[in-house]
T-cell receptor, first 116, second 113 residues
């Protein structure tokens, strides 16, 4: 059981470049999330999705886009990278999925992004 | 809407000291409550959970009791170790919110030898 898989683990971007952070889960979870975590800080929700074809903004959506074409995948797109987007990005998913009472969130290992 | 408030850190303790990290919540319906832990350089992982009032979640010597009357889920450990140094996040998931997970801001714990 792989859980939540994020790629890449590390990336350095130049200002103005674009990239997609990949996230996939194999637990048939309805909810998927993207968070950013700045050094020494908590989690800030960027976007989330309640199911395939449905996405919604979180606290800090500016500069990002998402799509949810399948239950498994929830990629995060940065169109014009800026130094303020230097952060660690976490993808997560939660149920109810196949286990209705098991509503805990599962996290990927994170992507450390630096924009220079 | 649903929300979680936890005590600000950092919390600094000596090894074998008693730990309490406060967490209170606001939610409609019947939320499940969680504590997650984030060790340096890693993602978050579930530490313990409680799914109904008066339940006690426990794991690795940590405990938290779901108190509906005070809307609280405080994390406790009787004797902390250096290896417990991490960031701790309180969270909830409610049936009225479609099981969307809401996190607190996190509390950083430093344990000195």
């Amino acid at each position: 059981n792989a859980g939540v898989t994020q790629t890449p683990k590390f990336r350095i971007l130049k200002i103005g470049q674009s990239m997609t952070l990949q996230c996939t889960q194999d637990m048939n979870h309805n909810y998927m999330y993207w968070y950013r975590q700045d050094p020494g800080m908590g989690l800030k929700l960027i976007y989330y999705s309640v199911g395939a074809g449905i996405t919604d903004k979180g606290e800090v959506p500016n500069g990002y886009n998402v799509s949810r074409s399948t239950t498994e995948d929830f990629p995060l797109r940065l169109e014009l990278a800026a130094p303020s987007q230097t952060s660690v990005y976490f993808c997560a998913s939660s149920g109810p999925g196949q286990a209705p009472m098991n509503t805990e969130a599962f996290f990927g290992q994170g992507t450390r992004l630096t924009v220079v | 809407g649903n929300s979680v408030t936890q005590m600000e850190g950092p919390v600094t303790l000596s090894e074998e000291a008693f730990l309490t990290i406060n967490c209170t919540y606001t939610a409609t319906g019947y939320p499940s409550l969680f504590w997650y832990v984030q060790y340096p350089g890693e993602g978050l992982q579930l530490l313990l959970k409680a799914t109904k009032a008066d339940d006690k979640g426990s794991n690795k010597g940590f405990e938290a009791t779901y108190r509906k009357e005070t809307t609280s889920f405080h994390l406790e450990k009787g004797s902390v170790q250096v290896s417990d140094s991490a960031v701790y996040f309180c969270a909830l998931s409610s049936n009225t919110g479609g099981f969307k997970t809401i996190f607190g801001a996190g509390t950083r714990l430093f344990v000195k030898a």
